[in-house]
């Protein structure tokens, strides 16, 4: 699965691209008058192959949840359980995430790819636009980074698997654009493992203060990723074996959602630091798998910014968001959606009758 969804990443059609720069330049508007979202309704034409492309809607957001090992060695003031009980509030409709999905229209998917203790059994639910959970466990949680590989190779391709067939599903039941979300105790720890991995920084770039640490919590944060990767020594130009040495398993399967989006020329919305450094590992998979990224929001975790540059992406906004769940993805959705819209409903200085300077 994993071979073959690769090999139908394919780079950005050049030809729609230019159509899109075209048809911008004959709309009723001063040439890049609308900035950045210009660009952007590009990207997005070269990923569909039609100018102008397809309007991203209905959007889908798929949060993975999982917990990891590492957080033994006290990278988080929060319990382990609050994994558990957030996916609870998820279902129930009861997080931010649905506040902001409700108002987005968006649907709310949460797979359980490696939750550590067993989920409540939930009611059945007979509304199907209400969340609704699926089951993909790999394992109970991931093993302590900074003692041993968090997870064996066979480990990170199942959940990899699992996002790839989650995209699948997603885009067959009439997703336009896919956000990603995620929900794991600790696990911006391995966030910054993956994206000094992948991008050579140092540790202390790419190490924030998650929900808020203290200092002491914070270095001993630091120590962790520095010491885990001298141990591992993962090999960037092995996107798989680095997901297993140092990374979670919903890491894993937001890295597979963006390599099943990019296969389809879906547009994948990437959320905080837990979706930019699964990206990273997306893109080492398959490079042209960053055309179909579009960065949501900058989270100010300082690893969110290295990764960021590293794949060459500007975020959409800027609030100092920094829960994750999808939030700063549905928040950008609407940005998406108007960039495109944009070329399918502005008039052109011919239609309009409106002269040009």
Not at 12 to 25: F, I, N, Q, Y
Not at 107 to 125: E, F, H, I, M, R
Not at 147 to 163: P, S
């Amino acid at each position: 699965m994993l071979e073959t969804t690769i090999a139908a990443i394919r780079p950005a059609d050049e030809t729609a691209m230019a159509a899109a720069r075209e048809l911008h330049g004959r709309l009723t508007k001063p040439a890049g008058s609308l900035g950045a979202l210009e660009e952007l309704s590009v990207r997005l034409a070269g990923l569909a192959g039609a100018c102008p492309p397809p309007l991203p809607e209905p959007a889908a957001v798929a949060i993975f949840a999982g917990d990891h090992g590492v957080h033994a060695q006290g990278v988080s003031p929060w319990p382990q359980e609050v994994t558990g009980q957030m996916i609870g509030n998820f279902l129930a409709g009861g997080a931010v995430v649905n506040a902001f999905a409700r108002q987005a229209g968006a649907s709310v998917t949460v797979v359980d790819v490696g939750v550590a203790n067993p989920l409540p059994a939930q009611p059945a639910v007979l509304d199907p636009s209400a969340p609704r959970l699926v089951v993909a466990s790999v394992r109970r949680g991931t093993r302590d980074l900074a003692v041993t590989a968090a997870l064996t190779r066979d480990e990170a391709l199942a959940a990899v698997r699992t996002g790839i067939r989650t995209a699948d599903e997603l885009i067959d039941a009439g997703a336009g654009i896919l956000l990603t979300g995620d929900m794991g105790i600790g696990n911006t720890t391995p966030a910054a493992a993956l994206i000094a991995a992948f991008t050579g920084a140092d540790p202390l770039d790419t190490t924030g203060r998650g929900t808020g640490v203290d200092d002491p919590t914070y270095a001993r944060k630091v120590g962790v990723v520095r010491a885990a990767l001298a141990r591992h020594a993962p090999d960037p130009a092995d996107p798989l074996g680095v997901l297993a040495a140092v990374g979670g398993l919903e890491h894993a399967a937001l890295a597979g959602l963006i390599l099943g989006a990019a296969a389809r020329r879906t547009p994948v919305l990437l959320d905080g630091v837990i979706a930019v450094s699964a990206a990273l590992a997306a893109a080492a998979f398959a490079p042209d798998a960053v055309c179909a990224m579009v960065a949501g929001h900058r989270s100010p975790e300082p690893g969110a910014t290295v990764a960021l540059c590293h794949l060459g992406l500007d975020p959409l906004i800027d609030l100092g968001l920094r829960l994750g769940e999808g939030t700063g993805a549905l928040l950008a959705l609407p940005v998406v959606t108007g960039a495109v819209r944009v070329l399918h409903e502005v008039a052109t200085f011919d239609s309009a009758g409106v002269a040009e300077k």
